[in-house]
């Protein structure tokens, strides 16, 4: 039986195992720092997204992807330490990323847009507002759709992608509204009398807000009527008790002081041609 040649196997595989072993000892040291470094970075990262007050959501979001780029990158590192070819593993992230890229190219749209929103704030929970048609109160914003309450107490789901794209009307952000109200008098009435009356009507009323103040100007000259621009400004909470309010108590007012609010009328000339 031939003898086994324990000193000639060592000197043949001892570099090998030592070299192995060196690379396994330092991929494992990359991966104890490499790790250790990640938390770190996530910590300041995250320190960062708190100082600049961005949507508790969003921070999640983006320090939950910046932590597994982090590691892609970190493994990628490990396996070309321990000698394994990353090309081809980085060539087949690359696809794997355009062929998801572009299977949610609409999702990520949405994404998008929702990282601009809560970036840059164009409006927020509570706020009214009208986008894409639809006006409504802010319920909640998520990092792919919207949501808004409309006065029918309606649920719509917006996605933020075509959102963050169009023309958003904020009615909240400057914290008044103004009311635009268009009531008729009659030709043969006193104007000045009607103005008067009309703008004692909004002071008298608690929800109108006295700055600015309400305002009440001949807007045009109708076909049966003499047309008032009746402009009260209100809170944003208020504006339909003040649209409301103010129609029902300028017509019992005008009532009131004998002021008529005409209708179309047509006058019909009859001709005997006997």
């Not at 396994?24 to 960062?48: C, F």
């Not at 339909?240 to 002081?257: H, M, P, Q, R, S």
Request: charged content about 20%; glycine content about 8%.
């Amino acid at each position: 039986m031939e003898e086994i040649d324990f000193k000639g196997l060592v000197t043949e595989y001892l570099p090998i195992v030592t070299e192995y072993a060196v690379k396994i000892t330092t991929a494992v040291l990359l991966l104890i720092i490499g790790l250790w470094l990640i938390k770190k970075i996530d910590k300041v990262i995250m320190g960062i997204f708190h100082k600049s007050k961005i949507e508790l959501s969003l921070q999640k979001f983006l320090g939950n992807l910046l932590n597994w780029v982090l590691k892609v990158l970190l493994g990628i590192t490990i396996l070309g330490q321990l000698g394994i070819a990353t090309t081809s593993f980085i060539a087949i992230l690359g696809a794997a990323g355009l062929a998801v890229g572009l299977a949610l190219q609409g999702a990520l749209g949405n994404f998008a847009g929702g990282a601009l929103i809560m970036l840059f704030k164009p409006f927020k929970v509570d706020d009214l507002i009208e986008a894409q048609g639809e006006l409504g109160v802010v319920k909640e914003i998520q990092i792919f759709v919207t949501k808004i309450v409309t006065p029918q107490n309606k649920l719509v789901i917006i996605p933020n992608g075509p959102l963050s794209n169009g023309n958003i009307k904020n009615y909240t952000e400057e914290g008044q509204l103004r009311v635009d109200l268009t009531i008729g008098i009659a030709y043969d009435a006193d104007i000045k009398l009607a103005k008067k009356i009309l703008e004692e009507v909004m002071l008298a009323d608690p929800k109108v807000l006295k700055i600015p103040a309400p305002s009440v100007n001949v807007s045009s000259l109708g076909e049966s009527s003499v047309d008032l621009a009746v402009r009260p400004f209100a809170t944003p909470e208020n504006y339909w008790d003040v649209y409301f309010g103010t129609l029902e108590n300028c017509k019992i007012a005008l009532d009131n002081a004998g002021i008529k609010i005409p209708f179309p009328q047509r006058e019909v000339y009859v001709t005997n041609q006997n």
